[in-house]
């Protein structure tokens, strides 16, 4: 049973364009949604995050997203870099434990 | 600040072996998590600590053991190495106050082959 689900494995943006990264969850319970990136072998890096009475958070090029009634957020990249090429995992939280999604690879192109 | 650490990077066990997957923090953090990353997949958690002398089972914990006898040390254990543990294995911490966020912070992972 994935409780977070990120539906799209790959994404190609071109630099400059807004990168639309998306993540859908089924357990209305989850008090706070993370977003993380990750580099090939490195361990994965806190992005930004948005509380569930929330519906946008936004942080320099990172905005995020959050539609609860249809249990849907995204990550908006604006503009997009060639550094922001890597995996993003969509994480919920629930009592101190977080659960991930199974993570987007993002290419951006020069 | 090292942040946290994980020893070693890489490790090729036969099957039936054993082995510890070492993890340290040095930012005083009260939790602790071990995840493995299959292919293709998510994080899944396997273990979790709260504090000292405390752990608790995840969503995957079969075939592994943990302990927590310092802040710093979470060491996770390995008994009868399966090909199905063949995975990358990361380390986390949190620390509190932390806010209610759940930020945590990882290591650099440890890739594991059983073969």
């Known amino acids: 049973d994935q409780q977070v689900k990120q539906n799209s494995p790959s994404l190609s943006v071109q630099e400059g364009r807004i990168s639309i990264l998306n993540c859908d969850y089924t357990?209305?319970?989850?008090?706070?949604f993370l977003w993380y990136k990750k580099y090939p072998a490195e361990g994965p890096t806190f992005l930004i995050s948005?509380?569930?009475?929330?519906d946008k958070n936004e942080d320099g090029r990172f905005t995020v997203f959050l539609n609860k009634s249809a249990k849907h957020l995204s990550l908006h990249i604006v503009p997009s870099q060639p550094g922001d090429s890597a995996v993003y995992f969509c994480?919920?939280?629930?009592?101190?434990?977080?659960?991930f999604g199974t993570g987007t690879r993002l290419t951006i192109i020069p | 600040n090292a942040g946290v650490t994980q020893t070693p990077k890489f490790r090729i066990l036969k099957i039936g072996q054993s082995m510890t997957l070492q993890c340290a923090q040095d930012?005083?953090?009260?939790?602790m998590y071990w995840y493995r990353q299959d292919p293709g997949m998510g994080l899944k958690l396997i273990y979790y600590?709260?504090?000292?002398?405390?752990?608790d089972k995840g969503e995957v914990p079969n075939g592994y053991n943990v302990s927590r006898s310092t802040t710093e040390d979470f060491p996770l254990r390995l008994e009868l190495a399966a090909p199905s543990q063949t995975s990358v294995y990361f380390c986390?911490?949190?620390?509190?106050?932390?806010?209610?966020?759940?930020?945590?912070?990882f290591g650099p992972g440890t890739r594991l082959t059983v073969t």
């Open positions: 986390a911490s949190r620390g509190l106050p932390g806010g209610p966020v759940g930020e945590q912070y």
């Open positions: 357990n209305s319970m989850f008090d706070y």
């Open positions: 948005i509380s569930s009475i929330k």
């Open positions: 994480a919920a939280k629930l009592n101190e434990k977080l659960t």
């Open positions: 930012m005083n953090h009260n939790y």
């Open positions: 600590s709260v504090g000292a002398g405390i752990t």
